[in-house]
């Protein structure tokens, strides 16, 4: 296992950080919710992250969308009520790729809502997918709009049908980039993760925690090779090439309950961005409750998208 450093560092250039949970504080109360004025640039919240489950749902003044549905429809339900989203307030569904952990519960949480779901053709051919209607079909480097974000889809190296990343873009300018599983940090993927305000990253496992853990080795060596998932140091090595002074969150996703631990993830991302003076916090979720809300602009008031945090 790899040694933990004696103190991850608080304060600094880069503030490391659990992602809170929910407090509960307004919970979904029975009345539809929806973006309104009051709603100052792009935000999300991760519903929950990890070999169980992933989904989160992303937000603007003009409209919401759920990325991924990993979980049981009516889990999916109580999660975004917990966080005080109305599920029928939402525009359409995102999905990455056809894994369960994925897309387990879009079919009956799509139908349910009357959601539209928009996916790669090869995923919407998968068939765990066949009975999904409506559908849209969206292809690598061809953008697209939906719940008033403009989306540009992108390939990734994953061992599924046809895995996409996402960048979503608000009338605002903000942006946010999704790369939930690759097993390779592609020329392709991280020229699209450029100039984000959040990144959402996965850092599935620490290595010497996936060699000398309970795997099959053949599943070790599917964890770890090109068509995987990003290892805790890959992701550190990555992230240095995408700082940039309006990078204001990055958040470590689909953590491994098995191979590693948030507070590696933690130390290996946060030190790779202390290194290059990023001011970036980095947010790690969780499997089984979901995170607080993670806002895009900068904590200065009426600061514009790309401005420096102090």
């Known amino acids: 296992m790899s040694r933990l450093p004696e103190q991850i560092p608080l304060f600094g250039p880069a503030s ?22 009051s709603l100052s640039g792009l935000r999300l919240a991760v519903l929950g992250s990890g070999s169980g489950g992933n989904s989160l749902v992303i937000e603007t003044a003009t409209g919401r969308l759920l990325v991924d549905a990993g979980f049981s429809s009516r889990e999916l339900v ?24 994925h897309c387990r519960g879009a079919i009956r949480f799509a139908r349910r809502f009357g959601l539209p779901v928009h996916a790669s053709a090869g995923t919407a051919r998968a068939p765990e997918l066949q009975a999904l209607a409506p559908r849209s079909v969206v292809r690598c ?14 390939a990734v190296s994953h061992d599924a049908r046809e895995p996409l990343g996402y960048t979503l873009e608000d009338p605002d300018g903000f942006r946010v980039g999704v790369v939930s599983d690759l097993g390779a940090r592609t020329r392709l993927a991280w020229s699209r993760l450029r100039d984000l305000d959040v990144l959402v990253l996965e850092t599935n496992h620490d290595l010497e925690m996936l060699r000398n853990g309970p795997y099959p080795w053949a599943l070790k060596q599917r964890v770890a090779g090109r068509h995987g998932h990003l290892s805790n140091d890959e992701a550190a090595a990555g992230i240095v090439e995408l700082v940039s002074d309006r990078l204001r969150c990055v958040v470590l996703y689909h953590l491994s309950t098995t191979n590693n631990l948030p507070a590696l993830a933690l130390a290996a991302v946060g030190e790779a961005l202390e290194r290059v003076g990023s001011r970036a916090r980095v947010v790690v979720t969780e499997q089984e409750r979901p995170t607080g809300w993670i806002r895009a602009q900068t904590d200065q008031e009426g600061a514009a998208p790309g401005s420096q945090i102090r």
């Open 78 to 101: 109580r999660r975004l009520r917990r966080i005080g989203i109305d599920p029928a307030s939402l525009d359409g569904v995102l999905l990455t790729h056809e894994h369960g952990d």
């Open 16 to 37: 490391l950080v659990v992602a809170t949970p929910f407090d509960g504080a307004t919970p979904f109360d029975g009345a539809r919710s929806a973006p309104g004025p």
């Open 141 to 154: 480097g061809r953008m697209f709009e939906a719940g008033g974000f403009t989306i540009e889809p992108f």
